[in-house]
């Protein structure tokens, strides 16, 4: 059984830029939630994924947007780069919505740096 | 509006002994408290959690208390390991299923 996988470990981009990360759920999962960890900090939410629908989303302008696919895989794409986007990004799945409260896989996480 | 906080950054424990990590929260909604376990270079890990409905879950040497009427929770590890040096973070969740997370707390376990 695969686990969660993200790409790309790190990346660099200039702020003002854009960004796509992706993320691949575990096998059999249907839902994907999206995290920003800055520096010091607890992940914050950004949104969630159930189903190829949004379900759900944390404080994080429209900039943050996101897509699963229908192999519930997903991308977190960020528009308009600031220096604050300086993250962590982790990527969780879960084997349904109502699991996603109490069962999520995290992957490794992507390191971006805004310059 | 930090609804759950962790205010130890940092806790240092000698091997064999308990570590005791702590955890507050303030949103009454919350109905789910769940423990993440976090090594350097990895993703976060699910320790354990509990339901509101209990006050105590044990798992082997992991026990989570829940004081809902002082919104507390503690974890609780006998006999700390070397292996359980990481950043462990409270995380809580109500019917929309989202985590809310606190800080992180780093344990040491020193030899």
């Known amino acids: 059984e695969t686990g969660v996988t993200q790409s790309p470990t790190h990346l660099i981009k200039t702020r003002g830029q854009q960004v796509t990360l992706r993320c691949s759920s575990q096998?059999?999962?249907?839902?994907v939630s999206w995290y920003q960890q800055a520096l010091g900090q607890g992940p914050q939410f950004i949104f969630q994924?159930?189903?190829?629908?949004?379900?759900g989303r944390g404080n994080f302008p429209p900039r943050f947007s996101g897509l699963q696919f229908p192999n519930y895989s997903s991308e977190l794409n960020v528009n308009a780069l600031e220096l604050d986007d300086s993250a962590l990004y982790l990527c969780?799945?879960?084997?349904?919505?109502?699991?996603?409260?109490?069962?999520?896989?995290f992957g490794p996480g992507t390191r971006l740096t805004v310059t | 509006d930090q609804q759950v906080k962790q205010n130890s950054p940092s806790l240092s424990v000698q091997e064999g002994r308990i570590s005791i990590l702590n955890c507050d929260y303030t949103?009454?909604?919350?109905?789910?408290f769940l423990w993440y376990k976090k090594y350097p270079a990895e993703g976060p890990t699910f320790l354990i959690s509990?339901?509101?409905i209990k006050d105590k879950n044990e798992d082997g040497r992991f026990t989570v208390f829940l004081n809902k009427s002082a919104k507390h929770l503690s974890l609780h590890i006998v006999p700390s390991q070397p292996g359980d040096s990481a950043v462990y973070f409270c995380?809580?969740?109500?019917?929309?299923?989202?985590?809310?997370w606190g800080a992180g707390t780093k344990l040491i376990i020193k030899p």
């Open positions: 509990i339901s509101s």
């Open positions: 969780a799945s879960s084997p349904g919505l109502a699991k996603s409260s109490y069962e999520q896989y």
């Open positions: 995380a809580a969740s109500g019917s929309n299923y989202q985590l809310i």
């Open positions: 949103n009454s909604m919350f109905d789910y």
């Open positions: 096998s059999g999962h249907n839902t």
């Open positions: 994924y159930y189903r190829e629908e949004e379900n």
